[in-house]
């Protein structure tokens, strides 16, 4: 499956099983996780989920993104922001060349909006940014 985005055709890396191979066993664990919140939120909705670890390489980004895009599946808008600013590795996972993200939104040379990227129906992406803090 190939997603446009600017008009650029992009194709994830393996990173993003619930895209690449939906029928994977591991989408399917993606797909459980994601039943599992929404029930967590019948009360209240949630609006924020974070993923974050102590240390470097367990997968913080792979889940975010796999979660996210079940999450689109449903019709659930989503916006995965990659706030590691020291390892920044959406941009990676996703194809993309690094782009304009939250630090160049912080330092006024880019608009919230146009440092978003439309990635996915229902599923849009801000980068870290070119800047660093």
């Known amino acids: 499956m190939t997603i446009k985005q600017n008009e650029n055709t992009l194709k994830p890396s393996d990173a993003l099983i619930t895209m690449t191979d ?4 591991a989408s399917e664990a993606f797909r459980i996780l994601r039943t599992n919140i929404s029930l967590k939120d019948f009360d209240q909705k949630l ?10 390489k367990e997968s913080k980004s792979t889940t975010v993104l796999n979660l996210a895009y ?5 019709g659930k808008k989503v ?4 706030l590691d600013l020291r390892l920044p590795s959406i941009h990676k ?23 978003i990227i439309h990635y996915a129906p229902k599923m849009d ?6 800047r660093n803090p």
Do not use: W
């Not at 939906?22 to 066993?25: C, Y």
């Not at 079940?70 to 449903?74: A, G, I, P, R, Y």
């Not at 916006?79 to 990659?82: A, G």
């Not at 996972?93 to 146009?114: E, M, P």
């Open 22 to 25: 939906p029928e994977n066993v």
């Open 125 to 130: 992406v801000l980068l870290s940014g070119t």
């Open 79 to 82: 916006l995965v922001m990659d």
């Open 47 to 56: 609006k924020v989920i974070n993923v974050i670890s102590a240390s470097a």
């Open 93 to 115: 996972k996703l194809k993309l060349k690094k782009k304009n993200g939250i630090t160049d939104v912080f330092a006024r040379t880019i608009s919230f909006n146009d440092a």
């Open 70 to 74: 079940v999450f689109s599946q449903l």
